[in-house]
Nanobody, 119 residues
């Protein structure tokens, strides 16, 4: 059993930055990822990271702007988001992902944290 709690969302202007965090309780030795659900209710893969942080994968639309990281000693996952655009407006979720395919989420989800980018 894994419990996930996201935080760090908020309202930010175009070009701004936010850092999302995910507190992970339970076993932490999983590949982890961030997904988002847009206002159109579409769920999108954002970024994934393997259990020791050596391998990462990003959606094309966030490459060069977002950075995923983890701290297994603190059982936390983070997503640094820079140069935000209105298209990044969404509710962001962390989850355990398939270690062989980070774009495949597992069944454990937190409540998410809302990110809104305004002009």
């Amino acid at each position: 059993q894994v419990q996930l709690a996201e935080s760090g969302g908020g309202l930010v202007r175009i070009g701004g930055s936010l850092r999302l965090s995910c507190a992970v309780s339970g076993r932490a030795f999983y590949a982890m990822g961030w997904f988002r659900r847009t206002t159109e209710k579409v769920r999108e893969f954002v970024a994934g990271i393997d259990w020791d942080g050596d391998t990462t994968k990003y959606a094309e639309f966030v490459k060069g702007r977002f950075t995923i990281s983890r701290d297994n000693t603190e059982n936390t996952l983070a997503l640094q988001m820079n140069d935000l655009t209105p298209e990044d407006t969404a509710r962001y979720y962390c989850t355990v992902v398939d270690a062989g395919d980070f774009t495949r989420p597992g069944t454990w989800w937190g409540r998410g944290t809302q990110v809104t980018v305004s002009s």
